[in-house]
């Protein structure tokens, strides 16, 4: 059964740093994709960044409004992807979720989430 756990989130001020991690169990995902997607109150859930695997070096995607300032990484040793984010908004508050699958984009449907955590930023 493969579950995937997010952790990080919290409140932070604008302009502050937050990391998450999402940790991954029951398959790795070293040759496929973790990403991560938000969500607020009333609204669709939207990509924000992915990391899929490609040779020779992994592949990374982001949003327009997330680019520059979150960086995706992971840890295969430890089957964790990490979602830095830095010069935080306020229009950043969401719940964050983390995804799993094959291949991970704006326009592709996990196979697998988590259950989510809240990133609070106050302005």
């Known amino acids: 059964q493969v579950q995937l756990v997010e952790s990080g989130g919290g409140l932070v001020q604008a302009g502050g740093s937050l990391r998450l991690s999402c940790a991954a169990s029951?398959?790795?995902?070293?040759?496929?994709?973790m990403g991560w997607f938000r969500q607020t109150p009333g609204k669709e859930r939207e990509f924000v960044a992915a990391?899929?695997?490609?040779?020779?070096?992994?592949?990374?995607y982001y949003s327009n409004s997330v680019k520059g300032r979150f960086t995706i990484s992971r840890d295969n040793g430890k089957n964790t992807a990490y979602l830095q984010m830095n010069s935080l908004k306020a229009e950043d508050t969401a719940v964050y979720y983390c995804?799993?699958?094959?291949?991970?984009?704006?326009?592709?449907?996990?196979?697998?989430w988590g259950q989510g955590t809240q990133v609070t930023v106050s302005s």
């Open positions: 029951g398959r790795t995902f070293s040759r496929s994709g």
């Open positions: 990391i899929n695997w490609s040779w020779p070096r992994d592949a990374t």
């Open positions: 995804a799993a699958g094959n291949s991970i984009g704006p326009d592709r449907n996990p196979d697998y």
